[in-house]
Structures are given as structure tokens and as C-alpha cells.
């Protein structure tokens, strides 16, 4: 059985900005503060637990209504172009729209730094270990030998002495059947079995 089609019809989605049918402006743009608007809220490096801030509530959104107060948590991971998420140490949260003046971070920071220790705890997650002292700038050097397994006489896996053990393991053996042929074990095997057993 075929369905019929939906055929409300639909508001323009890129038309003349209006307020909608009910007199409200539209929900998908709500008044940006002049921070956002020019795309220089705080970053992540600069908000930390302890910064002083100033937040935008959920509440104050409409108006840009700002609040001051000093970081005890963040609620947001990296950047956010709207303004970090942070919870003060007041319990009020929202998203920071500039920093504060530090006289009063640091005031304020001395009296509650256990609650900061907690949320510290990831405010430095991605670093780049290169920077770190105890990492070397360059691998350590390498040759081939490294890669190779250990031996028990190192003389004969470089080529040195080979020549020594080799002669003192080669042992002349005669041909069993026509005592004319003489040679190491191999050579003797093949020369029975092309000469003899043919």
C-alpha cells in the first residue's frame, strides 16, 4: 500500500531573517556577544581551574548579562567557539567570555586547592613529548649487527676466524668403493651416489 507524501509546506530556511509565526525570533541563531561575534573568547590554554573569568549563564544568553567569578571546574575538553564551559567555584556555570583580572584568581585559589586538584588532573592531557627533557632529540645509533641474533663466537658471524674453524672441522674421508675418490662427507656421498649406485 502506497503512503501519501507529507505535503505541508515548508519555511523558506535562507530567507529574510523574520520573526517566526508566533512573534519569537528564530531559535537557531540566539544574540551573540561581542566576543563571540569577533571570535576571540578564551582558549583552553588560557582557562584553567583558578583563572579568573568572566561567564555568560544559559540564563543571561539572551541578553550577554556577564558574571565574574574564578574557574573550579572545566565542563568542556578543548575549544569551544561560543566560549568555554566552566563550573565557579560559586556553582554557577557557563561559558567564558573573557578573562578577569589574576589579583583575585590568585586570592581566591589559595583558599580551595583541593577542589582545583581534581579538575587540574586533565587540564594538561595532550602535550608533545618531544619537549619533555628525558626525551632524546635522535634515536641512538644503530648498525645492522643490532638486529641480528646473539651468537656464541661473534669472530665467525663477522667473517673473522672462519677460515680457522673451517679448516680445523674439515676431515678427509675416502670412497669406500674405489679408494681413488677422497673428500669431506659430502663430497663423498655425492660422488658414491653418481659414480656407483648409478
Same mark, same amino acid.
Given at each position: 500500500?502506497?503512503?501519501?507524501?507529507?505535503?505541508?509546506?515548508?519555511?523558506?530556511?535562507?530567507?529574510?531573517?523574520?520573526?517566526?509565526?508566533? =512573534? &519569537?525570533? $528564530? +531559535? !537557531?541563531?540566539?544574540?551573540?556577544?561581542?566576543?563571540?561575534?569577533? *571570535?576571540? @573568547?578564551?582558549?583552553?590554554?588560557?582557562?584553567?581551574?583558578?583563572?579568573?573569568?568572566?561567564?555568560?549563564?544559559?540564563?543571561?544568553?539572551?541578553?550577554?548579562?556577564?558574571?565574574?567569578?574564578?574557574?573550579?571546574?572545566?565542563?568542556?575538553? =578543548? &575549544?569551544? $567557539? +561560543? !566560549?568555554?564551559?566552566?563550573?565557579?567555584?560559586?556553582?554557577?556555570? *557557563?561559558? @567564558?567570555?573573557?578573562?578577569?583580572?589574576?589579583?583575585?584568581?590568585?586570592?581566591?585559589?589559595?583558599?580551595?586547592?583541593?577542589?582545583?586538584?581534581?579538575?587540574?588532573?586533565?587540564?594538561?592531557?595532550?602535550?608533545?613529548?618531544?619537549?619533555?627533557?628525558?626525551? $632524546?632529540?635522535?634515536?641512538?645509533?644503530?648498525?645492522?649487527?643490532?638486529?641480528?641474533?646473539?651468537?656464541?663466537?661473534?669472530?665467525?658471524?663477522?667473517?673473522?676466524?672462519?677460515?680457522?674453524?673451517?679448516?680445523?672441522?674439515?676431515?678427509?674421508?675416502?670412497?669406500?668403493?674405489?679408494?681413488?675418490?677422497?673428500?669431506?662427507?659430502?663430497?663423498?656421498?655425492?660422488?658414491?651416489?653418481?659414480?656407483?649406485?648409478?
Amino acid at each position: 500500500m502506497n503512503r501519501p507524501r507529507n505535503r505541508q509546506p515548508r519555511p523558506p530556511r535562507h530567507g529574510p531573517k523574520s520573526n517566526g509565526p508566533s =512573534g &519569537n525570533p $528564530p +531559535r !537557531g541563531s540566539p544574540a551573540a556577544t561581542p566576543q563571540q561575534a569577533t *571570535g576571540t @573568547v578564551p582558549t583552553s590554554l588560557q582557562v584553567v581551574a583558578g583563572a579568573s573569568v568572566f561567564i555568560v549563564l544559559k540564563e543571561d544568553q539572551p541578553t550577554g548579562k556577564e558574571t565574574a567569578g574564578v574557574v573550579a571546574e572545566l565542563l568542556t575538553q =578543548g &575549544n569551544h $567557539p +561560543r !566560549g568555554i564551559k566552566v563550573r565557579l567555584q560559586s556553582g554557577q556555570a *557557563g561559558r @567564558v567570555q573573557r578573562m578577569g583580572n589574576d589579583s583575585a584568581a590568585r586570592m581566591t585559589g589559595t583558599e580551595a586547592p583541593n577542589k582545583s586538584s581534581r579538575s587540574s588532573r586533565f587540564s594538561h592531557r595532550y602535550t608533545d613529548v618531544r619537549s619533555d627533557l628525558d626525551h $632524546p632529540s635522535e634515536p641512538p645509533a644503530r648498525s645492522l649487527a643490532d638486529f641480528l641474533p646473539p651468537s656464541h663466537d661473534e669472530g665467525t658471524i663477522l667473517g673473522i676466524g672462519a677460515g680457522v674453524s673451517a679448516a680445523v672441522a674439515y676431515v678427509a674421508v675416502p670412497c669406500p668403493f674405489c679408494d681413488f675418490f677422497e673428500g669431506d662427507e659430502a663430497a663423498v656421498t655425492y660422488h658414491i651416489e653418481r659414480e656407483h649406485l648409478t
